[in-house]
């Protein structure tokens, strides 16, 4: 066995006792996403109402996916040199400073000065909100380490479940609130109440404590401390065969998912009216909610690596299908099983990683994984907007496509939209496949052993 594949540090505590202290922090994880969130999505509609910029609300959301890639290499590096709970700690206080720094730029400058995209203020006030966002964001690496802490290793599959719930419900009240405060309150209220609730947020976490013993001291070769170590967190992945290429493959799923963060909102809007699109998204956000809700009561079995082959599978073939026909029914399937099937990739991917690294390092691996996954899906969402509108969009109204299959695939812009998902549909299938055929899967999936079960009752405790 390589030297980077140490032995994995089993929970300190009694089952019980870690038990209770996972689920406090995964409740304080909860307060801190549904905070930062919020008032990212606030800002974003709050600019938009009031300047029309479309450059201003999409530099504002490719910011907060590129910074949040950007810095969790540093935020993974600072969980493995310090205790969980003081990496959670400082990023929750950043976020309050952060808050509380833009509420002042929001209260102390004029409103008309603020609003001007030429204003040094106006990017202050964005600055601010954030990083104090990304800060309650990168959280999540900690509450990854913190299931191979805390979590017996049964159950730990059930325990990223939970995770994935979190983060669903937490988009799901933001992007109903967000809106409804911006309408009814404004931006002002909204600052507030993100200062008070991470405020709040913090005060609770120091009141729970983490039975974990202080990271050993790692340095550099010269000596230095280093507040940024991917090669240890290469090294780590490189000492489990296929790990590689199971991070490769999330970041090309990823990269294809950017189809939807680019084009989902048009192609929907082209089938029915915005208010039922934005009812029926807030149905549609649902199933992300009982996919964790699902993996944290089954658990994903002795083989989450083939779950996430499977899963990843039956979301290809979905996008490859359901915009065959312009009709909102498939549409609203297809993303039903889609968002179902995200939590339980997500967990798979992660329960694989627990398994494999040691945890002194697995907040740089962590870190890493988010760094490359994270930096692919805005990378297509930038791009495949003007494909879009200059290649498939003419292709299937007036070009080539309209002879070739309009026939049968319909014609017009939101026709070229649907070729779109499909072509991306289809060459996830082919990746997927050239995933499972590969050495590195075999490799992998031989060196992730199975774990002895305890069985539905003790799973379900998590």
């Known amino acids: 066995m390589s030297e980077h594949a140490s032995v994995m540090v089993e929970p300190r505590l009694p089952d019980d006792a870690s038990m209770r202290v996972f689920r406090q922090l995964l409740l304080n994880t909860l307060s801190s996403g ?47 040199r310090h205790r969980k709970r003081e990496a959670m700690v400082l990023a929750t206080a950043t976020a309050a400073a952060c808050f509380a720094g833009a509420t002042a730029v929001f209260l102390l400058v004029d409103a008309d000065r603020l609003l001007r995209l030429t204003n040094p203020f106006f990017w202050l006030l ?130 294809l998912g950017g189809v939807f963060m680019a084009l989902m909102d ?64 498939p549409l609203t399937i297809g993303m039903l099983v889609w968002l179902a099937l995200i939590p339980v990739i997500e967990a798979g991917e992660q329960t694989v990683l627990q398994r494999s690294i040691p945890l002194d390092r697995q907040g740089r691996v962590f870190g890493f994984a988010q760094l490359v996954e994270n930096s692919a899906s805005p990378l297509t969402a930038f791009l495949m907007a003007p494909l879009a509108e200059v290649v498939f969009m003419p292709f299937m109204t007036d070009g080539r ?28 299938l082919v990746v997927t496949a050239v995933f499972r055929f590969s050495r590195s899967y075999r490799t992998l999936a031989a060196r992730v052993q199975p774990v002895d079960f305890a069985g539905d009752g003790a799973g379900a405790s998590a």
Request: net charge neutral; proline share 3%; glycine share 12%.
């Open 266 to 329: 048009a192609y929907g809007l082209s089938l029915v009216s915005v208010e039922t699109w934005g009812f029926l998204w807030g149905f549609i956000s649902m199933a992300f909610i009982a996919g964790g809700l699902a993996v944290a009561r089954f658990g994903l079995g002795p083989s989450p690596l083939r779950v996430v082959l499977l899963a990843n599978l039956v979301n290809w073939v979905i996008c490859s299908v359901f915009a065959l026909r312009s009709s909102i029914v």
């Open 401 to 428: 496509g309209v002879e070739w299959i309009g026939g049968w695939f319909g014609v017009g812009p939101a026709r070229g939209l649907a070729l779109m998902f499909t072509i991306a549909g289809l060459l996830g």
């Open 126 to 255: 964005v600055g601010l909100t954030l990083l104090g966002s990304v800060a309650g964001q990168l959280r999540g690496i900690v509450m990854s380490t913190c299931v191979t802490l805390l979590v017996p290793e049964d159950r730990r599959d059930r325990a990223n479940g939970l995770i994935g719930t979190v983060t669903g419900v937490s988009f799901a009240i933001t992007s109903v609130f967000s809106g409804l405060t911006i309408g009814q309150l404004g931006m002002g209220w909204a600052y507030g109440m993100a200062t008070v609730l991470t405020a709040v947020t913090l005060v609770h976490l120091l009141t729970i404590s983490v039975d974990e013993p202080e990271p050993a001291p790692s340095s550099s070769a010269g000596g230095k401390r280093q507040h940024l170590d991917l090669r240890s967190a290469i090294d780590a992945i490189r000492a489990t065969p296929g790990l590689m290429m199971l991070i490769v493959f999330a970041a090309f799923n990823n990269l």
């Open 34 to 80: 549904v905070t930062s969130t919020f008032l990212w999505f606030a800002l974003t509609f709050w600019v938009y109402l009031e300047t029309r910029s479309v450059v201003a609300t999409g530099v504002i959301g490719g910011a907060f996916s590129i910074s949040s890639a950007v810095l969790s290499p540093f935020f993974g590096t600072f969980v493995d």
